[in-house]
């Protein structure tokens, strides 16, 4: 993506649509505007996600193509927001007062003039290019490759669970980690996190899991002088 005309470098977008096949007419105009990239990835699919953790200081676009997307916008809204600020492009029918309460830096009518959109998301791009989330994608530094997962999917993982130091509740995870109409499971998820555990202890990490069989929670904890044992299988 181009360079904006005040002269701030323009951020890489990542396109996440909650429905790819309906996102196609609106991208399409969008890219001949030299406004998008490309590539428009489908919710909960590594390669968004590996995206948003690899590019220098992203802006992550969420298009929400009709009312027939899957809801729970704000819920996605304030996960996504913990990879990357978040501009949502949303039907005219929806309300932006609750994604911008979870956390979305702004919420743009997929209706209006392309140009004029075009000059909204160039401001978003700004705004995340010297925002305060600007400085902590500036802190990650990139993994060396003999310390990451051969599988794509937990390589993206183990990228997520370093990406924010804060516990990961089960809930937010199934619902990045499956496909937008469809959740994954927790008992997939139960399943795929010991897996990182070689990989973290190689970084000096260890993973814990806190909470109940209904809700429960990961986080990525110091292995040296850890009170508690690492995480169990459930």
């Known amino acids: ?53 690899t590019q220098p200081r992203p802006l992550a676009v969420m298009d929400v193509p009709d009312e027939g997307c899957p809801q729970e916008l704000a819920h996605r809204v304030g996960i996504l927001r913990r990879l990357a600020p978040v501009t949502v492009l949303a039907p005219d029918t929806t309300c932006p007062a609750a994604l911008l309460e979870a956390g979305a830096t702004n919420v743009l009518t997929r209706s209006m003039p392309i140009e004029e959109l075009a000059a909204r998301l160039a401001a978003d791009q700004r705004w995340a290019a010297r925002g305060p989330h600007a400085l902590r994608s500036r802190q990650r530094h990139p993994l060396p490759p003999h310390l990451l997962p051969r599988q794509a999917s937990q390589r993206v993982l183990l990228r997520l669970v370093l ?68 995480m169990q299988a459930a």
């Open 163 to 230: 990406a924010d130091p804060g516990p990961w509740c089960c809930h937010d995870m199934t619902r990045l980690l499956g496909p937008a109409d469809q959740p994954l499971t927790r008992a997939a998820l139960r399943a795929r996190m010991p897996r990182l555990e070689p990989h973290l202890g190689r970084l000096g990490l260890t993973l814990r899991r806190t909470g109940g069989w209904g809700r429960f929670s990961y986080t990525v904890l110091p292995a040296s002088g850890l009170g508690t044992a690492p």
């Open 1 to 53: 993506m181009q360079a904006d005309k005040v002269g701030t470098a323009a951020v890489p977008c990542v396109v996440i649509s909650l429905a790819r096949e309906r996102s196609g007419p609106l991208l399409r105009d969008a890219r001949r505007t030299q406004l998008l990239p490309p590539v428009v990835n489908s919710w909960g699919t590594p390669q968004a996600y590996g995206e948003l953790l």
